[in-house]
């Protein structure tokens, strides 16, 4: 098929065919990154700049190795370093940044929505690293990726995700994900942390995170969002880590191929054992090697490829 988009703002508004056009576009991409020489002249001329008003590791790298892997230039604005301190407005900033003629802007921002003002506004693609308590699109495709890989099929598989729901774009966006490719999705946290519209996404709502686990294929655990909530979301984390967080104890309900994921960063002990982090189920270094794969087809797909 052909990907008409100019920008990649979230998973609800991609169809089922254009995430599995996504997917083997990063699977076929993929083999780039294991050569000797890992570059190749696709978007070689186009240029690529990353705007990160939070913190970012893993999404910041991959965007900006994916973009050389493929020949673009990249620039890497770093807000705390620009004149957003001096109180530039975010679209002054980015008509300022398309006035130098890039082809693509990446934007990690607080705000809810700040990707879609500007993709309304600028004529330079605009791909969604992650906005607010919104979505995060592009860690739900390389989530759905490395699901694909180890259990050959997204369609019929039981997904739990477990934690910080309600402060978690990741969820959001991967909740509407696997729903979409055929999976059935359950949630689990504490009360104060799973909000009231989960149910309209179509996932089920649980507390227990043995009820969540009982079953699963995949598990996905989230790291509990400490800067962005107040006390009142939880007591301890001792008391967070004794019922939400995933010991190898649980493992046993789940399936025995079960694979166990998270975004990071890991918070080791909270919401996550060491020995579960790093034991033979986990997937989560292969989904930061996706990450690379699935951010070099977005790039491919919006400003080189099919559309050049």
Do not use: W
């Amino acid at each position: 098929m052909e990907f008409r988009r100019k920008d990649l703002l979230g998973i609800a508004e991609l169809a089922p065919e254009e995430i599995r056009h996504i997917l083997a576009t990063a699977a076929s991409l993929k083999d780039i990154s294991a050569r000797p020489i890992k570059k190749v002249p696709t978007l070689r001329g186009k240029t690529v700049v990353t705007v990160f008003y939070e913190p970012s590791t893993r999404t910041r790298v991959s965007f900006e190795i994916a973009a050389k892997r493929l020949s673009a230039d990249t620039l890497n604005l770093t807000v705390a370093a620009s004149s957003a301190v001096k109180g530039e407005t975010l679209m002054d900033t980015a008509h300022t940044l398309e006035a130098m003629r890039p082809d693509l802007l990446v934007i990690r921002h607080p705000a809810s929505g700040a990707p879609h003002y500007l993709a309304r506004r600028l004529k330079c693609g605009v791909i969604n690293a992650g906005d607010g308590l919104h979505e995060h699109p592009t860690q739900a495709l390389l989530d759905l990726l490395t699901v694909q890989e180890a259990k050959g099929t997204l369609s019929g598989l039981k997904v739990a995700i477990i934690g910080d729901i309600a402060h978690s774009r990741v969820a959001r966006s991967d909740i509407q994900a696997f729903i979409k490719m055929g999976s059935q999705v359950t949630v689990a946290g504490p009360a104060t942390m799973l909000p009231p519209f989960l149910s309209s996404l179509g996932a089920k709502v649980t507390c227990s995170l043995e009820e969540a686990v009982t079953g699963a294929d995949v598990i996905m655990m989230l790291r509990l969002q400490l800067e962005r909530m107040g006390q009142m979301y939880l007591s301890t984390l001792r008391e967070y880590s004794r019922y939400f967080g995933l010991a190898p104890r649980h493992l046993k309900l789940a399936q025995p191929d079960v694979i166990i994921m998270h975004p990071g960063p890991l918070n080791r002990g909270v919401e996550i054992s060491p020995e579960v982090a790093d034991g033979a189920h986990s997937v989560i270094l292969e989904q930061v090697t996706n990450g690379v794969a699935v951010r070099m087809a977005l790039l491919y797909l919006l400003i080189g490829g099919e559309k050049a």
